[in-house]
Structures are given as C-alpha cells and as structure tokens.
C-alpha cells in the first residue's frame, strides 16, 4: 500500500500556472521533501530529477569539463566515473545507476553516429521507456502523456515543413508507429488520442509563447484531472513538483526572448531542415 503524506502535503503551497513568484522551488523540494519520501517512492520522484541528469550527460559527454544542472540525481563526479566505466566496456550494475542512461552511454561509444541522428532523440526514447515502466499508474501515464504530445506536435510540424516524420518519433508505442507510418491528416489517431485536435489548434499557433503556455495548460489540465482522487500520496507531490517547474520555466521567460527563440527556430528550418530541440 502507498505511504501517505498528510503532514507533507497539507504544508504545500497552492499552486497555479498563472503565478509570478514563488516562495518554494524544485531545488528546494530535493532538500527538504525529499528525504522524508519511502525508499519506493524516491525512486518515483527521481525520475523527475533524471530529465536533469539526461541533460548534463549529454554535457559531459561533449565536455568533461562543462557545467551542469545541479538539481540532477548523480554529480558530476558520480556521472564522469560512470562514464568512464562504461567506456572502458565495464558493467555498471542497475542498482546503482538507471539502466536506460548506461544504455545510451554504452551505445554512444560503441556505435558511430550516422548522418542526421540526434543522441537526444536515443536517450529521450530510453528515458520514457524506462519511466513508463516504474509501475506507477499516474507516473506511468504522464511520461506516456507527454511523449505521446511531443511526437504529435513534432509530426504536425515536420509534415507543415515537408519533411519526414519517421525519423523524428521519439519511443515504440502503437501512437509512434502510427505517426511514423500513416498518410492520413490525423495519422489514424483520431478516437484513438483525445487530444489530438487540441494538438492541432496549438501547433497553428505562431508567437512560440503563447504556444508554450498553451502547451502547459494542457498538461495541467492533464494533471489535475489524473490525479483528481490522489490526496496524500506520492502523486500529489509528483504533480506538485511538475507544476513547480513548470512555473519556474515561466518566471525564468519573457515576450521577446519567446520572439527571437521563435525566429531562430524557423530560421534553422529554412536552413538545416531538422526539427531543432525547442520543438520536442
């Protein structure tokens, strides 16, 4: 049975994505929420906290030396000596680091890179494959949620542009086959993926922040609404800590850094044509 969190969630702040200041941030979550999680459970809330770690691997793997996000699971330290291990050819057992990330890190030396592959797109893959399988139902299904939602918006984007979609599809889902497969105008999905025409609606929206803000709205809704009967459990906190972050992001942004990250991207289209990172 899951532990229950009276006394933890009944101290959270409440929370909506229209705020502009916060007395409370994910950094803080890890240090004073954190410990007090079940073994069980951290391991839920460290699959938050991966998406960090995904990031600062692709750092270190091009930089030893390069910077990273301190709100990962891993050190950099920690993340180096994996690395070198796995260079070497040595196993890394799976109880002490994610299997999904010593996979990409294995097949990242082991295999050279072929023309347009993107590491972020192989790690994304493995990263959501791995989430998807903690055995959370509500965790489970934000992580299928949200891939399902960036592969859809990232197939209506390359199909506006011209380009392929196939090689775009993060994950192996019967929604990715069907994106990287069908010619229909709703890749077969419709009935199939609720929200799919409300993916449309926000894919033909221009200004990239509004774009963005729609985006959230979604996923809050989303949120709300999956986890509607979860009072004091680990969802509840799993959820605040994804609002959380996703008012962060918002503070951190302005109008016109939305307008020039938007002309860049076309610009990059025009010119490389490839989805670039914003977009996923």
């Given at each position: 049975?899951?532990?229950c969190?009276?006394?933890l969630?009944?101290?959270?702040?409440?929370?909506?994505?229209?705020?502009?200041?916060?007395?409370y941030?994910?950094?803080?979550f890890?240090?004073?929420?954190?410990?007090s999680?079940?073994d069980?459970?951290?391991r839920l809330?460290?699959?938050?906290y991966?998406?960090?770690?995904?990031?600062?691997?692709?750092?270190l793997l091009a930089?030893?030396?390069?910077?990273?996000?301190l709100?990962g699971?891993?050190?950099a330290?920690?993340l180096l000596?994996v690395?070198?291990?796995?260079k070497?050819?040595?196993?890394v057992?799976?109880?002490?680091?994610p299997?999904?990330?010593?996979?990409?890190?294995?097949?990242y030396?082991?295999t050279?890179?072929?023309?347009?592959?993107l590491?972020?797109?192989?790690?994304?893959?493995l990263?959501?494959?791995y989430a998807m399988?903690?055995?959370?139902?509500?965790?489970s299904?934000?992580?299928?949620?949200n891939?399902?939602?960036?592969?859809?918006?990232?197939?209506l984007t390359?199909?506006k542009?011209?380009?392929?979609v196939?090689p775009?599809?993060?994950?192996?889902t019967e929604v990715?086959?069907?994106?990287?497969t069908?010619?229909?105008?709703d890749?077969?999905?419709?009935?199939?993926v609720?929200?799919l025409?409300q993916?449309?609606k926000?894919s033909?929206?221009?200004?990239?922040?509004?774009?963005?803000?729609?985006i959230?709205q979604?996923r809050?809704?989303?949120?709300e609404e999956?986890s509607?009967?979860?009072?004091?459990?680990?969802?509840?906190?799993?959820v605040?800590l994804?609002?959380?972050e996703?008012?962060e992001?918002?503070?951190s942004?302005d109008?016109e850094k939305?307008n020039?990250m938007f002309?860049?991207?076309?610009a990059?289209?025009?010119?490389?044509v490839?989805?670039?990172a914003?977009?996923r």
């Amino acid at each position: 049975m899951s532990k229950c969190y009276y006394y933890l969630v009944a101290g959270l702040p409440e929370l909506t994505l229209e705020d502009s200041k916060l007395s409370y941030t994910v950094a803080d979550f890890k240090t004073e929420l954190y410990p007090s999680l079940s073994d069980e459970d951290k391991r839920l809330v460290d699959l938050f906290y991966l998406k960090f770690d995904n990031a600062n691997v692709l750092k270190l793997l091009a930089d030893r030396d390069a910077a990273i996000d301190l709100r990962g699971v891993y050190s950099a330290e920690q993340l180096l000596e994996v690395i070198s291990l796995l260079k070497e050819g040595d196993e890394v057992p799976d109880s002490a680091f994610p299997s999904y990330l010593s996979t990409f890190i294995s097949e990242y030396f082991a295999t050279p890179a072929e023309e347009g592959f993107l590491h972020e797109d192989r790690l994304a893959a493995l990263y959501y494959g791995y989430a998807m399988k903690c055995g959370n139902r509500f965790v489970s299904s934000w992580f299928e949620f949200n891939m399902t939602m960036n592969n859809i918006l990232v197939a209506l984007t390359a199909r506006k542009f011209k380009m392929d979609v196939a090689p775009l599809i993060v994950g192996d889902t019967e929604v990715c086959e069907a994106l990287r497969t069908s010619t229909s105008r709703d890749f077969g999905l419709a009935g199939e993926v609720d929200i799919l025409e409300q993916l449309v609606k926000i894919s033909e929206t221009a200004e990239l922040l509004e774009r963005e803000k729609k985006i959230d709205q979604l996923r809050w809704k989303w949120m709300e609404e999956a986890s509607f009967f979860d009072y004091f459990t680990i969802e509840r906190l799993f959820v605040f800590l994804l609002q959380l972050e996703m008012i962060e992001r918002w503070i951190s942004l302005d109008k016109e850094k939305g307008n020039r990250m938007f002309r860049s991207i076309i610009a990059t289209l025009k010119d490389e044509v490839k989805i670039p990172a914003e977009f996923r």
